[in-house]
């Protein structure tokens, strides 16, 4: 399928520095996890979500390397929704149930059903400490947008509006995109106020989306706030396995599971849940593992 990819990230000084912003168009991006999952609408506006939200926060991150994993455990029907971003913005993720359909009971799809609210956002940051940063929060609604405002204001203490949509059809999605704005320390309460007057702008991010793009949104959106547009970086949905790595993952597993694996099974197939790629090891491969991994034990 042919895609004009507008896809972007835009980081924005607004109010002469009192606040800041953070606006994605990711139609092309969730329109790419569409295709690999088969994901229906309800999963696409879910999953489509959540990569938003997560690519713009892998454009928070400072160093080379370092990535951020947002999952979301409601106790709804579609189970979990995950999403992994790079320091690059490069998103990748899934859904449990990427076939979930439920009844509307209005004109938005039912993210907040499918997905539950009995559960938590855990946000997982690898920036090559010694420990991982987690911070997990009480779902609010789960319609996604609120859970991650809730994440940012309860574990970073960065009280935030978070404005997060996807517009599918049955063929394609025809627009994604999102929004995070935050108060710099410092804020005068002019400001303050001046930015939490203009929340009722940012609720339909999809349709501003759809008409504007990324561009066109920034003066549709923020223009009464001063914008100066500080950066700009390329997002993309993309999976980075390989065989080497599944064989690390394999070899991880142990001696012992790795011989269990070859007496009953006689081989082994992994498929990757971000791209559903299968990996297939015959009895031969897994031996060499096995050697490898005893070889680690031993040491």
Known sequence: ?????????????????QARAILIESTALVQRAKEIHGLS??????????????????????????????SIKGGGPIGTVLAVASDQCVVKGYVDNPDIDLPRSGPKLPVGAAVGKNGRLTVIKDMHLREPYVGQVNLVSGEIAEDFAMYFTASEQTPSLVSLGVLVSDEKVESAGGLIVQMMPGAGEAAIRSVEASAGMFMDISGTMKEYHLDGAVNQLLLHLQPQVLERRETRYACDCSRERIERALISLGSEELTDMINTQHGAQVDCHFCNKRY????????????AATHREDQ
């Open 41 to 70: 609408k309800i999963a696409c506006a879910a999953l489509g979500r959540t990569l938003t939200a997560a690519a713009m926060m892998g454009s928070m991150l400072k160093g080379s390397g370092e990535s951020v994993t947002a």
């Open 280 to 291: 297939q090891f015959s009895e031969e491969d897994l031996k060499t593992l096995l050697s």
């Open 1 to 17: 399928m042919e895609w004009n990819n507008r896809d972007g990230i835009l980081h924005i000084s607004l109010l002469e520095g």
